[in-house]
């Protein structure tokens, strides 16, 4: 097997879109309540169900764009990892989250090798753990902080409305 094209690192500042509509997605964050964003995390997993079970699931559109497969684990990692952040958010007062390097993780993690059954399967459990996360969160929790180690600063309200838009958007992304 081929070492895939490496993919440009994304290293753009996306809090923009707790603001303004996305140009690709069309999520409008700020019009979205937190707390229907348990219910939009199940309904995203979903989705990815039936992208993992396309035929061309390991396929990219060009070398340097991801496959729906390797969308599929990002997506899987952001769940697990936003769980993590969204707990220090409520057991820790205002913490800096740990860093991530999401481009590094996928070559690490070889994304376009892995299992789209496996992966199905694990992208549902971190959904389903992450929603049930933010179904937990008591009213007076949604003001509660934490920082990016770039600094940029949520409250659990800003950070459920800016994780969902990562995982629609890539949805819009391979096409879905």
Same mark, same amino acid.
């Given at each position: 097997m081929t070492t895939p094209e490496a993919i440009v690192p994304d290293d753009k500042d996306w809090t923009w879109v707790l603001t303004e509509p996305c140009p690709e997605c069309g999520l409008h964050a700020a019009a979205i309540e937190a707390t229907d964003v348990a219910r939009m995390i199940l309904t995203n997993a979903n989705a990815w169900q039936t992208v993992l079970q396309r035929t061309d699931v390991c396929v990219r559109p060009t070398p340097a764009i991801w496959s729906p497969l390797e969308y599929a684990c990002h997506v899987?990692?952001?769940?697990?990892?936003?769980?993590?952040?969204?707990?220090?958010? %409520?057991?820790?007062?205002?913490?800096?989250? +740990?860093?991530?390097?999401?481009?590094?993780? #996928?070559?690490?993690?070889?994304?376009? @090798?892995? /299992?789209?059954?496996?992966?199905?399967?694990?992208? /549902?459990?971190? @959904?389903?753990? %992450?929603?049930?996360?933010?179904?937990?969160?008591?009213? #007076?929790?949604?003001?509660?902080?934490?920082?990016?180690?770039?600094? @940029?600063?949520?409250?659990? /309200?800003?950070? #459920?409305?800016? %994780?969902?838009?990562? +995982?629609?958007?890539?949805?819009?992304?391979?096409? #879905?």
């Open positions: 899987r990692d952001v769940f697990n990892l936003y769980d993590m952040r969204l707990h220090l958010m %409520l057991d820790q007062d205002a913490p800096t989250f +740990p860093n991530w390097n999401q481009d590094v993780t #996928a070559v690490e993690q070889r994304y376009g @090798a892995q /299992d789209p059954i496996a992966v199905s399967a694990e992208l /549902d459990g971190a @959904a389903r753990r %992450l929603a049930t996360s933010f179904s937990d969160v008591k009213a #007076a929790q949604w003001q509660r902080t934490g920082f990016r180690s770039d600094g @940029a600063h949520f409250t659990i /309200d800003s950070f #459920a409305r800016y %994780l969902i838009h990562d +995982p629609i958007h890539h949805l819009h992304d391979v096409g #879905a």
